[in-house]
């Protein structure tokens, strides 16, 4: 048992190392998500079968699931550190000796400038274009994904966004 646990703790590890090697090297998120995720899915029951005698598929199974639940926290995690805007205020406030002037955070946060940066980074990452001076999705996939997280949303939340009054 404590062999499977190890087990998961240095794929998990790696994943996470991975994850952070390739945000750090090439920019591009998703690719270092994807990467971790395969890490986890593919390697640990690859590991797990070396390292269990006799291979119990019931074992691995369950091993990955955890492992997996886990990878999911730690997407999530990660993903509300980068783009949650508090934290990002409460790490300007820290960089700048722990207060910093409202009039400079409303330079930085501004609403134009944050829709700039989100569509720049949507644009690189290839999930939307731009023509005739509109965004479009880039693909079907994306559309139905959007869609069903809206759907979700209202259904959850009774709100189609953020933005919606209550």
């Known amino acids: 048992m404590m062999t499977i646990f190890t087990t998961i703790v240095i794929i998990l590890v790696i994943a996470a190392a991975c994850d952070v090697m390739i945000a750090r090297l090439s ?5 270092g998500y994807m990467a971790s995720f395969l890490i986890t899915l593919i390697g640990l029951p690859l590991a797990l079968a070396s390292v269990i005698s006799p ?4 074992a691995i199974v369950v091993a990955l ?29 820290d960089a700048e000796g722990g207060s910093v002037d ?47 997280f809206t759907a979700l949303k209202r259904l ?5 966004s953020q933005f919606d009054v209550q």
């Open 27 to 31: 920019g591009r998120r998703l690719l």
């Open 55 to 58: 291979v119990d598929i019931y």
């Open 65 to 93: 699931g955890i492992a997996l639940m886990w990878w999911f926290i730690y997407l999530n995690l990660v993903q509300a550190v980068e783009s949650s805007l508090r934290i990002r205020m409460l790490r300007e406030i």
């Open 102 to 148: 409202i009039d400079k955070l409303k330079l930085i946060y501004n609403d134009d400038r944050l829709i700039r940066i989100r569509l720049k980074r949507l644009e690189d990452g290839g999930a939307v274009r731009l023509k005739d001076g509109r965004h479009h999705l880039n693909s079907g996939k994306l559309e139905k994904a959007a869609h069903f």
């Open 156 to 160: 959850l939340l009774n709100r189609r």
